[in-house]
Every structure is written in structure tokens, then in C-alpha cells.
């Protein structure tokens, strides 16, 4: 006799809690801190190592084992653009094309909630 278990479609909103279960505290803290420092008129910009210094940085203040960099990618901690759009914010990662040299950046910008 086999037994069948029912399935149901995953819903929309156990996805976003699912998403926000994926970072640790001191992430979400650290991108948090940037916004509050940089915002202006709406909009917040910061650099891909601002964000990995203070993710670092606010580990160690969480007296937890620091991630190490190349965790911090391989991990997903800055794919955080999915997270903060369900918040409202349009999240824009910008990094260079093979010709292109510039630092990596983040750009928040609040959503027009009018739409």
C-alpha cells in the first residue's frame, strides 16, 4: 500500500517569507544602515564593498562568525533586490561589462506607491 501525500502550489507569500528566512539578521541590518545613511530624495547609492564591509562589520557586532567575502557571494547575501522590492523599493544592481571599469553598486529608490 502506498501512501500519497497532497501537494499543494507554493503560495506567493510563503515565498517572500522564504526569502527573508535566506538572509541573516546582520544583512538586512547592514543594507538597512546604507539606505538610512545615503537616502536622499527618495534614493539610496552605495558601493558593492560598502555593503560587504558593513555586512562584516555588523557580523562581528552579532558576535558571529564573520562570512567570509567570497561567502558573502556564494551565499546570495547581496541578492537582496527581491526582499526589498516586496517592501517597496526598486532595487537596481549596476556592475561593469567585460569593457566597461567601475565599482560595483546598489541604487534603492522608493516606489511610487500611486501605480
Partial sequence: MSV???ISPLKASEVVA???????EYV?????T?????????TATFTQ????AL?????????VKPPTRQEIFDLGYLNV????YMEGW??????????QAFTPYFTFKIRDQKK
Fill in 4 to 6: 500519497h501525500v497532497c
Fill in 18 to 24: 522564504a526569502k527573508r528566512r535566506q538572509f541573516p
Fill in 28 to 32: 538586512i541590518d547592514a543594507f538597512n
Fill in 34 to 42: 546604507l539606505i538610512l545613511q545615503r537616502i536622499a530624495k527618495g
Fill in 49 to 52: 564593498d560598502e555593503a560587504i
Fill in 55 to 63: 555586512i562584516l562589520h555588523k557580523a562581528e557586532q552579532a558576535v
Fill in 81 to 84: 533586490e527581491e526582499v526589498y
Fill in 90 to 99: 526598486d532595487v537596481r544592481y549596476d556592475s561593469p561589462d567585460r569593457d
